[in-house]
């Protein structure tokens, strides 16, 4: 249902998509709706005449949560507007499709990234059997990974035996000198 067919009391659905952030769906009603004015814009259009084309656009205002919203005006004539990070629909098909392009997307990309990482681990063991000198530096990063860790765990264990000790001191009677 495009936006100059929803009337007061349609459900509406506000998908927002920040990069970075966790994606939030608010669903709502519409309370108030306005037909603005239409627009005309000139248009070239290469190889035909040049002609004014008309724009309607619609001004919502709705209800999430008990609190009203005014939403950016959109035009009357399609079912989903986009407005940077977030999109707006009056159609539950329409945020279905929404969520699942998302959804399918974010699939691709944890795809790739265990391909990329797949990619990456591949071609240290080709760079190690082609190129003796990466095949050393690697084993010695290793190794020195491996120490460090045996140093953090020794570093613990001593900490413990330490705090051990402390205890035991002070659980030991004292021997007052005559």
Same mark, same amino acid.
């Given at each position: 249902m495009?936006?100059?067919?929803?009337?007061?009391?349609?459900?509406?659905?506000i998908?927002?998509?920040?990069?970075?952030?966790k994606?939030?769906?608010?669903?709502?009603?519409?309370?108030? *709706?306005?037909?603005?004015?239409?627009q005309?814009?000139? !248009? =070239? $259009?290469?190889? %035909?005449?040049?002609?004014?084309? +008309?724009?309607?656009?619609?001004?919502?205002?709705?209800?999430?949560?008990?609190n009203?919203?005014?939403?950016?005006?959109?035009?009357?004539?399609?079912?989903?507007?986009? *407005?940077?990070?977030?999109?707006?629909?009056?159609?539950? !098909? =329409? $945020?279905?499709? %929404?969520?699942?392009q998302?959804m +399918?997307?974010?699939?691709?990309?944890?795809?790739?990234?265990?391909?990329?990482?797949?990619v990456?681990?591949?071609?240290?063991?080709m760079?190690?059997?082609?190129?003796p000198?990466?095949?050393?530096?690697?084993?010695?990063?290793?190794?020195?990974?491996?120490?460090?860790?045996?140093?953090?765990? +020794?570093?613990?264990?001593?900490?413990?035996?330490?705090?051990l000790?402390?205890?035991?001191?002070?659980?030991?009677?004292?021997?007052?000198?005559?």
């Open positions: 495009d936006f100059g067919s929803l009337g007061n009391g349609s459900p509406f659905y998908l927002t998509q920040a990069k970075g952030q994606p939030t769906l608010e669903v709502g009603t519409v309370k108030e *709706k306005a037909l603005l004015q239409p005309y814009q000139l !248009q =070239a $259009v290469p190889g %035909a005449m040049n002609g004014i084309t +008309q724009q309607q656009n619609v001004r919502l205002i709705v209800t999430i949560n008990g009203d919203r005014p939403i950016p005006d959109i035009p009357a004539n399609v079912e989903i507007a986009q *407005k940077g990070e977030v999109f707006y629909t009056g159609s539950q !098909q =329409a $945020v279905i499709q %929404a969520i699942d998302m +399918q997307v974010s699939k691709g990309e944890i795809e790739r990234d265990a391909y990329n990482r797949m990456i681990e591949a071609g240290k063991e760079m190690g059997a082609v190129n000198q990466y095949a050393a530096s690697v084993q010695q990063e290793k190794s020195i990974r491996d120490l460090q860790v045996r140093q953090d765990e +020794q570093g613990k264990m001593l900490k413990d035996i330490y705090s000790l402390q205890k035991m001191g002070n659980a030991a009677p004292k021997v007052s000198n005559p």
